[in-house]
Each structure stands twice: as structure tokens, then as C-alpha cells.
């Protein structure tokens, strides 16, 4: 795409309102362009005015007490310290055992939106047994479906492959040549759906073997899907439920060509 | 002495509960009328609002100050849960107020403020945007369409939705360059 043609597509880049392929060739221009990147920050500080559309109004004061039991249910259950291979989230029973503490303390609210944290995606792990053996499972399957793993211009070294069973409903990353991570960098999945929506797939890092597997979470088909990738993030991932705030570390286009 | 949000995150990597507190009694208000403009439903604006800060507490140490300022990332956070819960919950935009005149002096008032990087000329610009342009970029930002799904949803061609987000998104650039003379970016642009 000509640089002109990228310069037009930024206003609605910085409010997110591109389609899928007209962003995918403006993060392209992003990853390699900085005069493109001090642009598009010139529009994203004019669109932060926007909030300011937003009619003010006061918090409900029991907020802050909210808050306060929602902090003291997560000191109650949160393990200790474990080494950086997953973001920090209750495994079910410590779910059942901070509702068990909030109802207790008589903020039942708190319990209805701790169990609702069981919808959240699990986290995505490297090397997991899982990950590696369901990929040979789904890849020695008639019909299974492949498509090729592209790196970015982070490193143009990362390789690697998409495995999806013939029916549609699971699918493996195998991936090489992954950069390192230091201690405080990880790697987050992002699913886009048909509807150029991202979706968060949860966080992993390099595995010690010579590849890295990562099941992907589908909650639908993977006709349902245009394209899977990854960004490098720092610890705990992005703030932001569907939008990176690293680089890209490769892609999966699953549209036809 | 007052701390300075940079301060408290700080206090709130180490741990420090009551430094999230003081933050939440600086924002909750600011971070619930984003929600709420987005959900225009009271519990779950007030949800999107304590999801906001426990996400704040959980990634404190993700804000990087050399991105912005710290009450426009903490918004953003605000509104991306926001849409997120709105597109989940399949909510009607068309069922929530459309072209709300916000307290326009009391947004000036509060994103004066030292800590922030909204400054009130650029809202009195967003007030002065055309109603044609104005929707289709609230329609973006605040419950997260596409320039494709707001011409369906608006009965306008692509083209014209086109022409008119760029137009104000113009406007905004421009009047925000306007008041950084010393924007290490800014570079006379077409």
C-alpha cells in the first residue's frame, strides 16, 4: 500500500475503527515506519480529548468498599510467588474458597464477579504435554488443516506452523526461533474473529525444547476466525482486554488467499 | 504531603493497597462516567469500573510515562473493558443517549489538571466538531465499531463515514498540535 494511502487510514487507526485488512497493513507501516508512528501518536493525543464527550458523573459511594473486599478476597487465596510461566489467576477451588471468604465478609457482589473470572480464557503455556502431543495427534488427521506461521519484523527468524482438526474445533501453534524474553517480557496470543475483533488468548513463553506448542483457545469454529497472532508484552500481558501494546512476534492469516 | 499518581503506582508495584485506594478516590468517578457513558447501565458501569482497577493493580507496572499521561491510559483501560462488555452483552448503541453534551467546564476543570495530558482548548474543539462528524467518531470510540459496521448501522456510505471521521479526527490533531510548541513531534504535515 502506497505511504499516502497509509497516512489517510491513521485517523481511524487511533480510534479503531479499521477493518481488519486495512489495519493489518497500517500495523505493517507502523513496525517499519517512524514517521507513520509519530503521526499516528499526534492523532491518538487529539483522540484522547474524546473522553471528554463522556457526561460526568459521581461513583457510587460503596465503590471504595467494594474495592477494599475485592483486594482482601485476592490476599486471602493469592498463592505464593511461582516462577513467570502464567499470569497470575485462581485455579477453580481457590475461586470457590474467595467466594466462600466475600460471603463472609457480606459483599456477595464480589463473589458473583470473582466466579465470573471463570470465563476468562486459561492461560496459554509453553511446552505444555498437551500442547505438543495434540498437535501430533491433530497433524497425523485426514483433513486436518495447515496454515503457515509469518514473522514480523521483530524477528524475521520465527517460524512455525497451524495445525486445526478437520472439524474446526482445535487447533496448535508450533512455533521456532521465537526471540528470548527477558523476566519481565511475555508473549500474548491475540485471536482475531470474523468480525475484525481481537480477543485476548492468554500468555506464554518460549518453551526449553526446540519448539513451542500453543493450543489455541477457539470458543467457536475456525471458520469463525480470520487470523491468530502474538505480541511481545510485558509481564502479565496487556492492560487492555483486544489490544496489544507491543510489537508483533508473528501471524496466522486464515482466510483464503 | 499529596503523592503524585506516578508516585502511588509505584507504591501500588510494591503492593500497596492503599495507594490504589487514593487513586480510585481520585478517578473512580472519571473511570465510572467513561463506563457508564459506553454501558448507560449503572451496575455495569459499575462493574467495568472495579474491573478497571483491580486491572490496574494487577498491571501497574505496564504504564510506561513516556506514552502518555497516566489518566488517559487509565481511561483507555476503562473503555476497551467497556466496549468489550458492550459487544459481549450484544447491547443497541442506538439504546443508549447519542450525542450526549458532556459537562463540558467540569472536563476542562479536571483534565487541567497537572496530571494530565488533556488540555481543555482541545475539548472545547471536540464540542465545536459538526454533529456529522461527531457521531460516527463517537460511534468508534466509544463502543468500538468499525468505519464499515457504522456506515451499515448509519445508512451512510463507507466513503462519506470515511471522509467524515478523517475530517474531525483532523481537527482534533490539529488543535492538539496547536497547543504543543513544544511537541518534540510535531513537523508540518499533509
Known sequence: ?257 | MTLTDAQLLNQIEDGDEAALLTLHERYASLVYSVAYRVLNDRMAAEEVTQDTFMRLWDKAHTYDSAKGAFVPWLLTITRRLAIDLFRRQNRDPMGQTMLIDGDRERWEHVLAGEHSDLRPTLVAVLYELPAEQRQPIELAYFYGMTQSQIAEYLDLPLGTVKTRIRSGMERLRAAWMAESPGNPNRTDRT
Open chain 1, 1 to 257: 500500500m502506497a505511504h499516502d494511502d497509509v497516512i489517510e487510514l491513521l485517523p481511524a487507526y487511533a480510534l479503531g475503527a479499521l477493518d481488519e485488512d486495512e489495519r493489518r497493513l497500517v500495523e505493517e507501516a507502523l513496525a517499519s515506519d517512524p514517521d507513520v508512528r509519530a503521526l499516528l501518536a499526534e492523532y491518538e493525543a487529539g483522540a484522547a480529548s474524546l473522553v471528554a464527550l463522556a457526561p460526568l458523573r459521581e461513583a457510587p459511594e460503596h465503590l471504595r468498599a467494594d474495592l477494599q473486599a475485592r483486594l482482601a478476597a485476592r490476599r486471602a487465596v493469592t498463592p505464593p510467588p511461582t516462577p513467570l510461566e502464567q499470569p497470575r489467576r485462581e485455579p477453580r477451588w481457590w475461586l470457590m474458597a474467595a467466594a466462600a471468604l466475600v460471603v463472609i465478609l457480606g459483599a456477595g457482589i464480589i463473589a458473583v464477579l470473582l466466579l465470573r473470572e471463570e470465563d476468562e480464557p486459561p492461560p496459554v503455556t509453553p511446552g505444555m504435554g498437551n500442547g505438543a502431543s495434540l498437535y501430533t495427534e491433530l497433524a497425523e488427521q485426514d483433513g486436518a488443516l495447515w496454515y503457515d506461521v509469518m514473522p514480523t519484523e521483530l524477528d524475521p527468524d520465527v517460524s512455525g506452523a497451524l495445525v486445526v482438526s478437520p472439524e474446526g474445533d482445535r487447533a496448535v501453534i508450533r512455533l521456532e526461533d521465537l526471540p528470548p524474553l527477558s523476566p519481565d517480557e511475555v508473549f500474548q496470543l491475540w485471536l482475531v474473529d470474523a468480525d475484525g475483533q481481537r480477543i485476548d488468548g492468554g500468555l506464554f513463553r518460549q518453551s526449553e525444547d526446540d519448539a513451542t506448542y500453543i493450543e489455541v483457545p477457539l470458543a467457536a469454529p475456525i471458520d469463525r476466525y480470520l487470523r491468530f497472532g502474538a505480541s511481545l508484552e510485558p509481564a502479565g500481558g496487556s492492560p487492555f482486554p483486544d489490544k496489544p501494546t507491543g510489537p508483533g512476534v508473528f501471524s496466522v492469516r486464515l482466510e483464503e488467499p
